[in-house]
C-alpha cells in the first residue's frame, strides 16, 4: 500500500476532462463542499502538461481516465511525472482493479463520476490529512496482481524513457528513436538499458509485453 503523503491545503485545483457542463458542475463542487478558491481547466492531457510547465501550481488535480489524447492509466503516470500535487482520479470506469491500479500509479484517490457531494468532500478531508481515498466499499488488495505489479514498475520510468518506450512498442529500432527524439542512438541504448532494469525484464519484447500489461483497456478485460 502506497504511504500517505503529509498534510496538504487543497485550495486551487486543477481539473483535467473534456466534457464541459461536468467541469462545470465539479468546480461549483469544489468551491462549495471542498474549500477550493480557485479552478483551473484543461481539456485534455497536452493542454493541462503545458499549464504546468507554463508554470500552474495547483494543490490538487482531478483527472478523468478518457481523455481525447490518452487513456487510462498511461496518462496518470505522464501526470504524476509532471506535477507534485496529489491526483484524484473521477472516471465513470470505477470497477475495484481498476480503482486499485490508479492508487498504485501513484493517485491519491479514486471518485466515480457523478458521486454525491459528500463524496468529493470526503476524498478531499482524507488527501488533505494525508491518506489515500477509495470508495468505502473497496480495499487495496497487499497482495497485487500480475497487471498492478506492472503498473507499479511503469511509474519508475522517467518522461523520456516513457516517450521511448512507447516508440518500442510501436516498433520502432533504435536508430529512428534517436532520429524521432533528436538525441544520439547511444543516449536511446543507455535509456533502454535503464527501462529494462526498471521494469525488471531483459529484452526489449519483454519490456513491451510489460507495457501492454499495464495498459488501461488490458485492465478492463476481466471486468
Known amino acids: 500500500m502506497p504511504d500517505a503523503a503529509p498534510p496538504v491545503t487543497l485550495r486551487n485545483a486543477l481539473v483535467i476532462d473534456d466534457h464541459p457542463l461536468f467541469c462545470d458542475a465539479l468546480s461549483m463542487t469544489l468551491r462549495l463542499v471542498a474549500g477550493v478558491d480557485s479552478v483551473r481547466v484543461a481539456p485534455d492531457l497536452h493542454g493541462a502538461i503545458a499549464l504546468l510547465e507554463e508554470g500552474a501550481a495547483p494543490d490538487v488535480i482531478l483527472l478523468d481516465l478518457n481523455l481525447p489524447d490518452v487513456s487510462g492509466l498511461d496518462g496518470l503516470i505522464r501526470l504524476k511525472q509532471a506535477a507534485r500535487a496529489p491526483v484524484i482520479v473521477v472516471s465513470s470506469i ?4 481498476v480503482m486499485r491500479a490508479a492508487i498504485k500509479a501513484g493517485a491519491a484517490g479514486f471518485v466515480p463520476k457523478h458521486s454525491p457531494r459528500e463524496v468529493f468532500q470526503a476524498a478531499f478531508q482524507t488527501i488533505a490529512a494525508g491518506g489515500i481515498h477509495l470508495p468505502g466499499e473497496i480495499e487495496l488488495d497487499d497482495h497485487a496482481s500480475a497487471r498492478e505489479t506492472a503498473v507499479e514498475r511503469m511509474t519508475q520510468l522517467t518522461r523520456q524513457q516513457m516517450t521511448i518506450l512507447e516508440l518500442i512498442c510501436e516498433g520502432k529500432q533504435n536508430k529512428q528513436i534517436a532520429f524521432d527524439l533528436s538525441i544520439a542512438e547511444a543516449t536511446v541504448k543507455a535509456h533502454i538499458t535503464a527501462i529494462m532494469r526498471k521494469l525488471g ?6 519490456a513491451v509485453l510489460i507495457a ?4 488501461f483497456g488490458n485492465l478492463l478485460q476481466d471486468t
Do not use: L
Open 201 to 206: 525484464v531483459q529484452s526489449r519484447t519483454q
Open 94 to 97: 470505477a470497477e475495484p482493479q
Open 212 to 215: 501492454q500489461q499495464a495498459s
